[in-house]
């Protein structure tokens, strides 16, 4: 399924770029609301990374709302550690220790 809309913003979590040259950027997660398939059994919970990368909007599914806002957790976890690496370890969270940002990786 493509999603040009992440429709209603349940949260935001703040992240910075930190480059030993440039001035800090900050990125942002966002998380949509869980929602129904619109042909189907099941939910979706919506999400985006804007600032880096391709900024696609992309979901986790479940069979409810609430596993479906429980896997797009742990994809967030997985997603961002992959970035991390991906950006020579420069994505910052002010709310924890490096190189970690509050997301599980593994339910």
Same mark, same amino acid.
């Given at each position: 399924?493509?999603?040009?809309?992440?429709? $209603?913003? #349940?949260? #935001?979590? $703040?992240?910075?770029?930190?480059? +030993?040259?440039?001035?800090?950027? /900050?990125?942002?997660?966002?998380? @949509? /609301?869980?929602?129904?398939?619109?042909?189907?059994?099941?939910?979706?919970?919506?999400?985006? #990374?804007?600032?880096?990368?391709?900024?696609?909007? /992309?979901?986790?599914?479940?069979?409810?709302?609430?596993? &479906?806002?429980?896997?797009?957790?742990?994809?967030?976890? &997985?997603?961002? /550690?992959?970035?991390?690496? +991906?950006?020579?370890?420069?994505?910052?969270?002010?709310?924890?220790?490096? @190189? +970690?940002?509050?997301?599980?990786?593994? #339910?």
């Amino acid at each position: 399924m493509y999603l040009d809309n992440i429709g $209603e913003v #349940i949260a #935001i979590r $703040e992240l910075y770029l930190t480059h +030993e040259q440039e001035p800090e950027r /900050k990125i942002q997660v966002v998380i @949509g /609301k869980p929602q129904a398939f619109p042909d189907s059994g099941g939910y979706y919970c919506p999400f985006q #990374i804007v600032g880096v990368g391709p900024e696609h909007i /992309k979901y986790a599914a479940g069979v409810d709302g609430i596993q &479906a806002l429980q896997l797009v957790m742990v994809m967030l976890g &997985a997603t961002l /550690k992959f970035l991390n690496e +991906e950006l020579n370890e420069t994505l910052r969270w002010e709310g924890s220790s490096e @190189g +970690e940002f509050g997301f599980p990786t593994s #339910i």
